[in-house]
Nanobody, 124 residues
Framework: QVQLVESGGGLVQAGGSLRLSCATSGRTFSLYAMAWFRQAPGKERQFVSSISVSGGLTLYADSVKGRFTISRDNAKSTVYMQMNSLKPEDTAVYYC?????????????????WGQGTQVTVSS
């Protein structure tokens, strides 16, 4: 498994932006598809976005499409999530996740390794 550490969360006003980072260690980063999930209070963890091992292919939840952008830097073993035009409903704990193989998976059980999460709060 790979170890994941998220950072970059915080409090922002609606319409603002944040950039999340997920630093990895332990295994060869370029072998893993990466994803971001989020979990709001009282709700199930849900898929936000994923990216292929090369970074050339991405997938987004409809709720964030056009506002969030996932990217990765294999030289730095880090995946990012640029979040623009934030809304109060984006408030959640955001988790980074990794899986070997394809990026085209949206289920929590499809991912093997998880970070501890970073809180994002969007005020109205």
């Amino acid at each position: 498994q790979v170890q994941l550490v998220e950072s970059g969360g915080g409090l922002v006003q609606a319409g603002g932006s944040l950039r999340l980072s997920c630093a990895t260690s332990g295994r060869t980063f370029s072998l893993y598809a990466m994803a971001w999930f989020r979990q709001a209070p009282g709700k199930e963890r849900q898929f936000v976005s994923s990216i292929s091992v090369s970074g050339g292919l991405t997938l987004y939840a409809d709720s964030v499409k056009g506002r969030f952008t996932i990217s990765r830097d294999n030289a730095k073993s880090t995946v990012y999530m640029q979040m623009n035009s934030l809304k109060p409903e984006d408030t959640a704990v955001y988790y980074c996740a990794a899986r070997g193989g394809s990026y085209y998976y949206k289920g929590v059980d499809d991912y093997d390794s998880w970070g501890q999460g970073t809180q994002v709060t969007v005020s109205s």
